[in-house]
T-cell receptor, first 112, second 111 residues
Framework: GENVEQHPSTLSVQEGDSAVIKCTYS??????FPWYKQELGKRPQLIID?????GEKKDQRIAVTLNKTAKHFSLHITETQPEDSAVYFC???????????FGTGTRLKVLA | KAGVTQTPRYLIKTRGQQVTLSCSPI?????VSWYQQTPGQGLQFLFE???????NKGNFPGRFSGRQFSNSRSEMNVSTLELGDSALYLC??????????FGPGTRLTVT
C-alpha cells in the first residue's frame, strides 16, 4: 500500500549548521509533497511544498528537492536557529486518492 | 480569513462511550480531512470529505465515522471508545488546490 518513510527520526545540530531530512514515497502517482512543522502543543504548519513538475524549491533558509525517479524528496534547512526546533513531517499526496500519507516525523533539536 | 477551528479542544471520556468532534474549515474550503495523531503512530489518515461526500477512508475500524454538512463543517464520531483511541484528532481543510491547513486539534483521553 501507500507508504512514506522518513529519516532520521531525531536530529540534533548546532546553531548555524544545516539540517537535512529525507523522505521516500511508494505511490508513483504522488504529485504533491508538502512539509509541515509542528511545535510542541501546536498544530502542524505548512512550511514549504513542491509539485512533481519541479525539482527544487527554495524559500529563504528552507528548500525542498524532489527526485521523481528515485521517489525521494528532502527538506534542507540552512543556518539553523533555536526556533527551528520542532517535529517536521513530510507527506505525499496523489490526485488518485485525495489523501495525504505522512511520514513518521523528525524531531529536530537546534543546540545553541 | 479565519483559520480552521475545532471543538472541543479537550475531552475526557470513559471506555464504551461515544464522542463527536467538530471541525469548521477555512471559509471557501470544501475539503475536510481528519487525522489521528499519536506519539507512536504519527499522523494517520482517517477520512476525507468533499462537498458532503466521503472521497477516501483510511484503515480504521467502522467505529470511526464522519460526515460533512452543506456549509462544509464536518463532524467525526467515535463509538464504543477504547483506551487506544486516546489521541490528538486533527482536521485539515483545503480549497481546490493542494495546500492543506490544520486546525488546533481535539485532545481525546479515554479512561
Amino acid at each position: 500500500g501507500e507508504n512514506v518513510e522518513q529519516h532520521p527520526s531525531t536530529l540534533s545540530v548546532q546553531e548555524g549548521d544545516s539540517a537535512v531530512i529525507k523522505c521516500t514515497y511508494s505511490d508513483s502517482a504522488s504529485n504533491y509533497f508538502p512539509w509541515y512543522k509542528q511545535e510542541l502543543g501546536k498544530r502542524p504548519q505548512l512550511i514549504i511544498d513542491i509539485r512533481s513538475n519541479v525539482g527544487e524549491k527554495k524559500d529563504q533558509r528552507i528548500a525542498v528537492t524532489l527526485n521523481k525517479t528515485a521517489k525521494h524528496f528532502s527538506l534542507h534547512i540552512t543556518e539553523t536557529q533555536p526556533e527551528d526546533s520542532a517535529v517536521y513531517f513530510c507527506a505525499a499526496s496523489s490526485p488518485r486518492t485525495y489523501k495525504y500519507i505522512f511520514g513518521t516525523g523528525t524531531r529536530l533539536k537546534v543546540l545553541a | 480569513k479565519a483559520g480552521v477551528t475545532q471543538t472541543p479542544r479537550y475531552l475526557i471520556k470513559t471506555r464504551g462511550q461515544q464522542v463527536t468532534l467538530s471541525c469548521s474549515p477555512i471559509s471557501g474550503h470544501r475539503s475536510v480531512s481528519w487525522y489521528q495523531q499519536t506519539p507512536g503512530q504519527g499522523l494517520q489518515f482517517l477520512f476525507e470529505y468533499f462537498s458532503e461526500t466521503q472521497r477516501n477512508k483510511g484503515n480504521f475500524p467502522g467505529r470511526f465515522s464522519g460526515r460533512q454538512f452543506s456549509n462544509s463543517r464536518s463532524e467525526m464520531n467515535v463509538s464504543t471508545l477504547e483506551l487506544g483511541d486516546s489521541a490528538l484528532y486533527l482536521c485539515a481543510s483545503r480549497s481546490e488546490g493542494y495546500e492543506q491547513y490544520f486546525g488546533p486539534g481535539t485532545r481525546l483521553t479515554v479512561t
